[in-house]
């Protein structure tokens, strides 16, 4: 799994540059997202805008990463689109994550809430 990191505040912006979260990369996929919040990251928007192909492996990754960062954390996705989108409103998993169509607006709803 390939990522682009960049940090924007307290708020950490991870891109997945590759197309497919599927079952053969889930346990990186987690493996990555623990790492994040291994390292203190408590607001995470997940860019997905250049993933065109997601399959219950790859939510199962997501969901256990968002279990992971506890009640201090939030995981927010963003730029999903086509099938992407549609796999989280048939699992109704974009009711569990928040999403947002860019990253700028993910970024500041995680902003607005990582403020005391």
Known sequence: ????ENKVGDVLVAKVLDGRIAADVAPRFKAHLAEYVRQGNLA????LGAVTFIDSSGLGALV??????????????AGAQGG??????????????RM?????EAVSALSVTAVP
């Open 84 to 97: 992407v989108a549609s796999m989280f409103k048939l699992t109704r998993m974009d009711k569990v994550f």
């Open 100 to 104: 947002y169509p860019t990253i700028n």
């Open 64 to 77: 256990s990463s968002l279990k992971s960062m506890g009640k201090e954390g939030d995981l927010a996705i």
């Open 44 to 47: 995470i928007v997940l860019d």
């Open 1 to 4: 799994m390939r990522f682009e």
